[in-house]
């Protein structure tokens, strides 16, 4: 692990860090803001998955999660959102929905992405060993969070992985991709044309296949312009509902996609997780 | 005025802006957050000017001041720190610190640079009238803050304006531009070689000649590579003390120049203006 950089800021640090993963066969970015703490003490872990088009830089500058990471001594990680670099494919028309900066969360099994596209084993195996090898990190206290893309990661891996993390929210994720274009697009892309392979990173196909956790928060802007169209909470609700699983969905009104949304309710959901992490 | 996009924040708004700029000849681009207010309130207005090679993006991604703003009812301006455009001119050399993004808040007097370069005119004439015209702007109670070529910006302005701003502060400032290399090099390439004529855009030495506030506020990072070669507090905090202002000086161990820094401290600065503006 290499260091890119190290700020201090809100009394801890925010350090961006490059490692060679064997698991995407790349170099891979990624960001850990560290709290202020006590020597030798050790916080618990927030995940934070990001959206289509993003790197590690867009939470990392415009999340404003730093204060209350501070505040509720937590580290906070922001990995990327696909392997890239030379050989790495990408969407064969270049769009933003597929290939680079879309890996969706998933081991692909399709040529030619399968050969770097493995983010499932990225998120899931290799840099937590990183984490736990390199920072003050409680791996027995985690929680995930993501947005659309990353919200879409953070309920499929914390319901897939429920023993690990205590909690998991999001912010406008995509609850059913393998009923909605971007997911459809990705999903065949990444792992073929037999869904049944897509249930395992479809949240509302999950739950319904039996997958439980005790709590989501999520919360979604009206006025989101794919809410409609690629998220759909309702399906969510609808699922939860179903399976007993006690979903907070907050609608907030005149909200957009943007960081300008997830910012302006960081800090709810940090404190969401602070109280079942602390 | 043309708003260029406009998202729901903390509850507010943060839109940015263009309008065609009669004092710069330009088109100029502005970001204001509008924070939650009572139909018909008119709100405090602070001001945020910004430091070299930014526009008012960087402030507006990455300065971390909605969620107090929204608290304690500010409405907050960034200003861009340049004019830009066709037939706008640069820096002989291209370099960072002189020509576009580094307007240093004056009206330029040299050729080829007065035509477009009057920031001075345009950040306390020419966008208060847009601001005043435009939002529910209560424009007898006004702040200004900024970084580093920005703090320059709000300490000249703030000390030559002392009617107009009911407070004054600043991170990590060029405090003396007529003693250190950056404010050498930009006033000469502005105002020429009189150095008379830079003591009105050198905040030491607007102290030395008269000019008087109540009190600043200046947060300083400890680790700040630009500290001794550029931004020099120690002359401002002698010129306070002789002068009898009351400057708040905090030097912040390990704090470097960056966003990092500013964002850390905002909320501060944004509760001391907002109880001296409400």
């Known amino acids: 692990m ?25 170099d891979m970015t990624f960001s850990v803001f560290v709290p202020p703490h006590a020597e030798g003490a050790t916080l618990p872990v927030v995940w934070y998955l990001s959206g289509l088009t993003c790197t590690h830089a867009n939470v990392t ?22 392997p890239r670099g030379e050989g790495v494919p990408d969407d064969p028309a270049g769009a933003y929905d597929f290939g680079l900066g879309a890996g969706f969360y998933v081991d692909a099994t399709e ?7 493995k983010m499932w084993s990225y998120v ?58 971007w997911g459809e697009k990705a999903l065949t892309g990444y792992l073929g044309t037999d869904t049944a392979a897509w249930r395992r990173h479809d949240a509302v196909a999950l739950i319904e296949d039996g997958a439980r956790v005790p709590a989501l928060l999520v919360d979604q802007g ?10 759909r909470p309702e399906l969510l609700a609808a699922a939860c509902s179903e399976a007993g699983i006690t979903l907070t969905l907050r609608m907030q009104p005149g909200y957009d996609h943007s960081y300008y949304f997830i910012a302006t309710f960081m800090e709810d959901h940090l404190r969401w997780h602070a109280a079942r992490l602390t």
Chains 1, 2 share one sequence.
């Open 61 to 82: 500058d415009k999340g404003e999660f730093r204060a209350a990471c501070a505040e509720l001594g937590l580290i906070f990680v922001a990995p990327d959102t696909s």
């Open 124 to 181: 899931t195996e290799e840099l937590p060993a990183v984490i736990a090898a390199n920072f003050p990190a409680d791996m027995e206290r985690q929680a995930i969070m993501g947005h659309s893309m990353g919200g879409h990661g953070a309920l499929t891996i914390g319901l897939t992985l429920a023993d690990r993390f205590r909690s998991v929210s999001a912010f406008a994720p995509i609850v059913a991709p393998g009923r909605v274009p």
């Open 111 to 117: 040529a030619p992405y399968a050969e770097h596209y």
């Open 222 to 231: 009206a006025a989101d312009q794919f809410l409609e169209g690629q998220l």
């Open 2 to 26: 290499e260091k890119v950089s190290a700020n201090r800021s809100f009394g801890g640090t925010q350090g961006v860090y490059t490692h060679k993963s064997s698991v995407t066969g790349t």
